[in-house]
């Protein structure tokens, strides 16, 4: 029986968006002879006046290896917490029934949702009020549960580690200590692999808190040694064992959603304080989300789009694609915003870095 699936992005972009949505167009269309429609700009696009278009296989090519998303997206069209002005004040307000009705006027079958925790949290609010559903999970902070892997995080790693590559050379040149602050919102997955693959010299991550003494110490020991630089990789969401996050702005200052950023400069400069060294900060920010993806992740997000559709097929909504070893298989949207996937500090990874004589937040061992 033919069919009309809508998709949209949602969220932050990423490296692979596009593959996904090529890959659904191409199987969509040709394999199974369904109509493919793109809404724009995430949910947004789903609030009147809405935003869509028809998409074929031409309007597909050439776009597998683009970053960014070519139907835009956004973070802020929440349709359980829509920013609304009533009486010259912002509220947040339900509108998840009206985006239903504008869902089923487009003659939409299905919705496929790519994004991170955010977008498929709100998939799964519309699945539960009976909207057909399959989630694709993508994210550069890797913090989606339920898939071995979300695609755009390699990217992001690559980029990571290519920045931590250029800034060995001059902060050796010139004896300093690089504090490098990477993104990953809770989750230290991205200052963690690519502090490893980057041969950072410390690693702060969220999920343990770090003692300022204990990194100062490294550093000089570092330098007593005679290696009168070091790297230091935070993540935006590390804070030390006796103060907090910091943030750009607070959720209730940014509709609901915290903005993080900041921890870079601040360590940067307690660093100062302790130590003899100059020290410089750089803030990757959006470049870790930019343009071409990885080979891995343009294949990893062909292979979920092409199982989103065989999702479809098959009748299993509420579903999401996943990596689960070298299969890609559908779980449970529900099993994936569950909980954060975070870093545990017993993870192998944590004791490579540690055994590696990298600092990762606490002394490394013996
Ligand atoms: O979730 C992806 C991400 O890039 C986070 O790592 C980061 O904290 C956030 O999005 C930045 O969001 P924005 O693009 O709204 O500044």
Redesign the pocket.
Same mark, same amino acid.
Request: net charge negative; hydrophobic share 25%.
């Given at each position: 029986m033919s069919k009309t699936l809508a998709i949209l992005t949602g969220?932050?972009?990423?490296p692979g968006l596009n593959a996904v949505i090529r890959a659904v167009v191409r199987t969509a269309c040709g394999r199974y002879a369904w109509r493919v429609i793109g809404i724009e700009d995430g949910f947004e696009g789903l609030v009147a006046p809405l935003r869509w278009r028809e998409l074929g296989p031409k309007d597909v090519r050439g776009i597998l290896s683009r970053g960014g998303t070519i139907l835009g997206t956004s973070?802020k069209g929440n349709p359980f917490s829509f920013p609304q002005k009533i009486k010259g004040k912002i509220e947040l307000v339900d509108i998840s029934a009206q985006v239903m009705e504008n869902f089923h006027s487009l003659g939409a079958d299905v919705l496929i949702a790519v994004g !991170?925790?955010?977008t498929l949290k709100i998939a799964q609010g519309l699945f539960e009020q009976g909207l057909p559903v399959v989630g694709v999970p993508k994210?550069?902070?890797n913090?989606l549960q339920a898939t071995d892997v979300t695609f755009g995080y390699r990217t992001?790693v690559s980029i990571v580690t290519e920045a931590l590559d250029r800034l060995h050379s001059t902060a050796e040149s010139h004896h300093r200590v690089m504090v490098v602050e990477?993104?990953?919102?809770d989750a230290g997955w991205?200052a963690l692999e690519a502090g490893i693959a980057g041969s950072a010299d410390v690693i702060l991550i969220p999920e343990i808190p770090f003692v300022l003494d204990e990194v100062c110490q490294a550093i000089r020991t570092r330098a007593d040694m005679g290696s009168r630089f070091s790297i230091v990789v935070v993540a935006?969401?590390a804070f030390s064992a006796t103060g907090d996050k910091v943030l750009?702005k607070t959720a209730a200052e940014?509709l609901g959603?915290?903005?993080? !950023?900041g921890i870079g400069e601040r360590v940067a400069h307690l660093l100062a304080d302790c130590l003899d060294m100059e020290t410089r900060v750089v803030t990757l920010?959006?470049l870790?989300?930019g343009g071409s993806p990885t080979s891995f992740d343009r294949i990893l997000a062909s292979r979920f789009g092409v199982k989103a559709v065989q999702l479809i097929a098959a009748g299993r909504y509420g579903e999401m694609v996943a990596l689960k070893g070298r299969k890609v298989v559908g779980v449970k949207i529900a099993a994936a915003v569950a909980q954060l996937n975070r870093v545990d500090p017993q993870d192998e990874l944590v004791d490579t870095a540690q055994n590696l004589g990298i600092l990762v937040s606490r002394a490394a061992r013996g």
């Open positions: 969220g932050g972009d990423c973070n !991170g925790d955010g994210t550069i902070d913090d992001a990477v993104m990953g919102r991205i935006e969401g750009l940014n959603v915290e903005r993080l !950023g920010g959006h870790q989300r």
